[in-house]
Structure formats: C-alpha cells, structure tokens
C-alpha cells in the first residue's frame, strides 16, 4: 500500500477515492474517524489519508490525481517548494517535508 493523497478535508479525500475507482484503481481511506483525537496526538496523524492498495498502482493514480485536479471549495491552497504539495492557506508549514509555507 502507498499513499496517495492527504488533506484536512474528508470530502476531498472522498471525492478522490471515487475517482480512482472509476478509474479501476483499488485504494482506501485511512484516519477517517480520527479527527476525535485531534488536540490527543498531533493533528497532521489524524487527517483522512488516500492509500492505493497494490503499489503497482501508485503512479497511475497520482497521475490520474493531477489531471483531474478538483477545484478548491472555496480555500485558497499553496504549493511547497521542497516538495510540490498541495497546502489549505491556513497550514504554514508541509506536512511532508516540514519546508515552510513561502511569504507571499
């Protein structure tokens, strides 16, 4: 299993999954009842995560990810420099390689 996707937003994470399974890809939503220990352990551990179950497939679904890249419901995002994630504007910092969200 890899993962594929990660996000603040159970919907997004969803609406993702779907699409991979259009597509024919197996995956699965980890942290999906989680966000009840947030302020417990920190809260990047409890965000809703998009696995792909075979890793074969981990290449076509980010790249059918990408393509297919859904509009923000109403949020601004930014992009980390170190590592071309995709960030909700309110997080200053990548959650995936701890660089810091550039001053705008």
Not at 48 to 53: F, R
Not at 68 to 95: D, I, Y
């Amino acid at each position: 299993m890899k993962k594929v996707f990660v996000s603040q937003s159970l919907i997004d994470v969803e609406m993702r999954k779907e699409r991979l399974e259009e597509a024919g890809i197996r995956c699965a939503i980890k942290n999906q009842r989680s966000s009840g220990l947030a302020g417990e352990i920190p809260f990047t551990e409890v965000f809703p995560e998009l696995w792909v179950l075979q890793d074969q497939d981990y290449d076509q679904a980010r790249q059918l990810l990408e393509e297919a890249e859904l509009p923000p419901m109403n949020q601004n995002f930014w992009t980390c420099s170190g590592c071309g994630e995709r960030h909700e504007s309110q997080f200053g910092v990548c959650w995936k390689c701890g660089q810091e969200k550039p001053s705008s």
